[in-house]
């Protein structure tokens, strides 16, 4: 069975800095690509960062400059280094990953069950 376990959400104030850890365990033979998705209240789920496994970084007009995705290929694990929060960035992030488990030759993609980040004064 394989999960993504993410950490590192809470509250902080506007212009604070939060970095969320989400680390991805089982029988997992490779994690390709990784990244943050976040959904708002009342919004669709969309995406904020990606990186592949050979470092490639996408990131939403939104979070550009702001925010930096990164990942250690031999843990399995993506950050997200949020930085100059703003109100807007208040949701639920939810760490993704295509991930090919041993045995198996396809990947598929898993979900964690998402943190909370609240920028709030």
């Known amino acids: 069975q394989v999960q993504l376990v993410e950490s590192g959400g809470g509250l902080v104030q506007p212009g604070g800095s939060l970095r969320l850890s989400c680390a991805a365990s089982?029988?997992?033979?490779?994690?390709?690509?990784m990244g943050w998705y976040r959904q708002a209240p009342g919004k669709q789920r969309e995406l904020v960062a990606d990186?592949?496994?050979?470092?490639?970084?996408t990131y939403a007009d939104s979070v550009k400059g702001r925010f930096t995705v990164s990942r250690d290929n031999a843990k399995n694990t993506v950050y997200l280094q949020m930085n100059s929060l703003k109100p807007e960035d208040t949701a639920v992030y939810y760490c993704?990953?295509?991930?090919?488990?041993?045995?198996?030759?396809?990947?598929?993609?898993?979900w964690g069950r998402g943190t909370q980040v609240t920028v709030s004064s």
């Open positions: 089982g029988s997992i033979f490779r994690a390709n690509a």
């Open positions: 990186i592949t496994r050979g470092g490639s970084t």
């Open positions: 993704n990953a295509d991930l090919i488990r041993v045995g198996v030759t396809y990947e598929n993609t898993y």
